[in-house]
């Protein structure tokens, strides 16, 4: 009914920048919360980014003031553009919706993309 395909993970140098996109298809009416996780391997998944409905956005620390998360509701996409990269932001970066409304009123939650995998050498 709904998918998110994540897309832009890439190899990238240390301090070097990527943007991450992510596509939301299906018969929407309405998005609450974007989201992007990152999963490193042998840890736990961790929120990086929100964006709420009303445009806000939460960061965790470690990467305020070097990620921005943005959406273009137009094309049903949300962006991570991240800057100042470290070897620590290597990760699976997966893309979710706490929240979505479909054009039959139904809803759903806890939408998942596949993820994309974020690599930064040294």
């Known amino acids: 009914q709904v998918q998110l395909v994540e897309s832009g993970g890439d190899l990238v140098q240390a301090g070097g920048s990527l943007r991450l996109s992510c596509v939301a298809s299906?018969?929407?009416?309405?998005?609450?919360?974007w989201a992007w996780y990152r999963q490193a391997p042998g840890k736990q998944r961790e929120l990086v980014a929100s964006m709420f409905k009303d445009e806000t956005t939460q960061y965790t620390g470690s990467v305020k003031d070097r990620f921005t998360i943005s959406r273009d509701s137009s094309k049903k996409t949300v962006y991570l553009l991240m800057s100042s990269l470290k070897p620590e932001d290597s990760a699976t970066y997966f893309c979710s919706i706490d929240r979505v409304i479909l054009t039959d009123f139904s809803e759903l939650f806890d939408v998942w993309g596949q993820g994309t995998l974020v690599t930064v050498s040294s």
């Open positions: 299906g018969s929407l009416w309405s998005i609450d919360t």
